[in-house]
């Protein structure tokens, strides 16, 4: 059975950091491109960043210069580093495995993670 597992989230102040972890089982880790999606309340879910077999990354207007994605293929696992937090960041964070798809090579997300709460207070 596949299965991602978030862990690392909580409650910081704006301004402050925190990093999402994500392990990964029952796929071939290596293979899969990973990506990070988040959803806050009222509002649709948001690809923050993505991450290639090779290492390659991609990230949302929103979160670029602040956010890190990295992965650890030895631990099957995918990394958010998020600096310079902002109370907008506030949302469920999820991890999901994917693949490029279309002449844009888009990222098409396939497993995902049970979430994780990340909140920013002011």
């Known amino acids: 059975q596949v299965q991602l597992v978030e862990s690392g989230g909580g409650l910081v102040q704006a301004g402050g950091s925190l990093t999402l972890s994500c ?10 491109a990973m990506g990070w999606y988040r959803q806050a309340p009222g509002k649709q879910r948001e690809l923050v960043a993505d991450i290639t ?13 602040r956010f890190t994605i990295s992965r650890e293929n030895a631990k099957n696992t995918v990394n958010l580093q998020m600096n310079t937090l902002k109370t907008e960041d506030t949302a469920v964070y999820y991890c999901a495995t ?21 909140t920013v207070s002011s």
């Open 23 to 32: 392990v990964a089982s029952g796929i071939i880790f290596r293979l899969n």
């Open 53 to 65: 077999s090779g290492g390659s990354t991609n990230y949302a207007d929103s979160v670029k210069g």
């Open 98 to 118: 994917g693949r490029y798809t279309g002449w844009n090579r888009t990222f098409t997300s396939g497993y995902w993670g049970q979430g994780i709460q990340v």
